[in-house]
């Protein structure tokens, strides 16, 4: 957006090769039209349509079709989609290069250097910055960690999962399972501090699960055992950026961090960058404050709906009396499934259309 309005600009990207975030492996309905709106259709993400979700609890399950179809995607698909598609069309970037530290806009490399401009946007995801760090009591007495395993594609686990998006709740944590574009199953995994101390390991956490889960244990089977488990530390489930120093505009985790349940990060994270593209092109740097207090108040309803519908998955006693109800009650997975949406703006509708 920034490249297209002829606004000077530098991305600067820690990595020189796209890698594979451990978040974000599924797109929401409402993600692939912000994505469609910047011209970047759904079949250039790969064929894995996810049509609805299913909840399994014990022996309980509860399946639902989602409000529309979203999509199951790999982070290095997608961000090789997203940064090829923004340097066509003039995106400076350079990659290789690490930020150590920010003073307001300046941002000192890992070679001393240092990059000065008159705006930042801060997009490091989960990782904190020295110098720009979220405050440490947002994670909790009990931290989150986030875990990521990939099984390879295989018939009898794409019979398993299908198009759906699935979650299993345990105590103190829930896995997520979905399907993405080479057929692999994404098993991604928020597990408080605690849960993980006592099971010893991420592996033995696992094995646990899959003993207490049969039907998480059928998708865990189909392991070699050889997989990596890809992992981040003290998530700050819930936390939100109400305001903003000067000229820095906080864009995704940075701006707001939702239970990752609901399936709505990267739906957050380029819904702020639209938004913050379109203040600073309309109001340049002196923008950011109202960007940063507009954006918390649209993200408000589905991070603190997110974080209940999360309270109860990580109760096993409350969930097993909740999930009965949501499987008599037609349409609430779906009214929930909405209601944790980040809403269309006219500033998102503003975004440059798909060229011809």
Same mark, same amino acid.
């Given at each position: ?16 090769? !796209? ?5 974000? #492996? ?22 894995? %349509? ?13 399946? $639902? ?14 961000? !090789? ?23 307001? !806009? ?5 070679? #001393? ?5 008159? !705006? ?25 960690? #986030? ?25 103190? @944590? ?7 574009? *080479?057929?692999? $199953?994404?098993?991604?995994? $928020?597990?408080?501090? &605690? ?11 696992? *094995? ?10 059928? %998708? ?5 055992? *050889? ?39 990267? @739906?957050?994270?380029i819904a702020s960058g639209i938004r913050a593209g379109h203040a600073y092109i309309t109001g340049g740097a002196a923008a950011a404050p109202r960007f940063q207090r507009d954006f918390a108040a649209a993200t408000a309803r589905p991070i603190r709906l997110a974080g209940l519908v999360r ?26 499934? &909405? ?18």
């Open positions: 957006m920034l490249a297209r309005a002829g606004a000077p600009h530098l991305l600067v990207e820690r990595s020189r090769e !796209t890698g594979d975030a451990i978040c974000g #492996g599924f797109l929401s309905w409402r993600t692939l039209e912000s994505l469609g709106r910047l011209g970047i259709a759904p079949e250039a993400l790969g064929p894995a %349509r996810v049509l609805r979700t299913r909840v399994i609890l014990g022996d309980r399950v509860v399946e $639902a079709p989602l409000p529309r179809p979203a999509h199951g995607v790999s982070r290095h698909l997608l961000d !090789t989609v997203m940064i090829r598609h923004a340097i066509a069309r003039g995106a400076a970037v350079e990659r290789g290069v690490t930020v150590r530290s920010l003073v307001d !806009t300046a941002a000192t490399l890992d070679d #001393g250097a240092v990059l000065a401009g008159d !705006t930042l946007f801060l997009a490091s995801g989960k990782h904190d910055v020295r110098g720009a760090a979220r405050p440490a009591d947002a994670r909790g007495a009990d931290p989150v960690l #986030g875990l990521r395993v990939r099984i390879a594609s295989a018939p009898g686990l794409t019979r398993l999962i299908g198009d759906a998006i699935e979650l299993f709740p345990f105590d103190r @944590g829930y896995v997520g399972i979905v399907l993405q574009e *080479d057929g692999s $199953a994404n098993i991604c995994m $928020a597990v408080h501090r &605690s849960k993980m101390l006592a099971a010893g390991s991420p592996a033995a956490l696992l *094995d646990t699960l899959a003993r207490e889960c049969p039907r998480l244990g059928d %998708r865990l089977a189909f392991r070699s055992g *050889d997989e990596p488990i890809d992992a981040i530390a003290n998530v700050p489930y819930g936390w939100r950026a109400r305001q903003t120093e000067g000229a820095v505009f906080r864009l995704g985790d940075q701006a707001g961090v939702i239970p990752s349940l609901a399936g709505e990060g990267m @739906g957050i994270a309270d109860a998955a990580e109760r096993p006693w409350l969930g097993a009396a909740l999930l009965p109800l949501v499987g008599h009650v037609p349409g609430l997975i779906q009214i929930i499934a &909405s209601a944790t949406r980040i809403g269309h703006s006219p500033l998102d509708h503003a975004a440059p259309q798909q060229e011809n």
